[in-house]
């Protein structure tokens, strides 16, 4: 779909980055039955509120509004890695 898309053609910059956001959004959404620890700190990570983490909300949404994501991003930030090196 991203590549079909082409986000990165787009004369608005923001582009890339909300589709990268979408698709982070909705994966984290249906890997939760599979891996429900990881899934729930990528949806924090990505200030995905409880409430919007069901399967009905995965719908690619190409209209978000951009100062609210980067407010979910800004109050989901936790520091460290997702998956982190096993040494």
């Not at 039955?33 to 409880?50: C, H, Q, T």
């Not at 069901?54 to 100062?67: L, M, R, T």
């Amino acid at each position: 779909m991203v590549t079909t898309l082409q986000p990165w053609a787009s004369p608005n910059p923001t582009k890339a980055i909300v589709y990268a956001y979408e698709t982070l959004r909705i994966s984290a959404i249906l890997m939760e039955p599979y891996m429900p620890i990881k899934s729930a700190e990528l949806l924090d990570r990505l200030g995905v509120v409880s409430s919007q983490r069901g399967w009905e909300q995965c719908v690619f949404n190409k209209d978000v509004n951009i100062a609210e994501l980067v407010k979910g991003l800004k109050e989901g930030k936790r520091p460290g890695h997702l998956f982190p090196l096993i040494k």
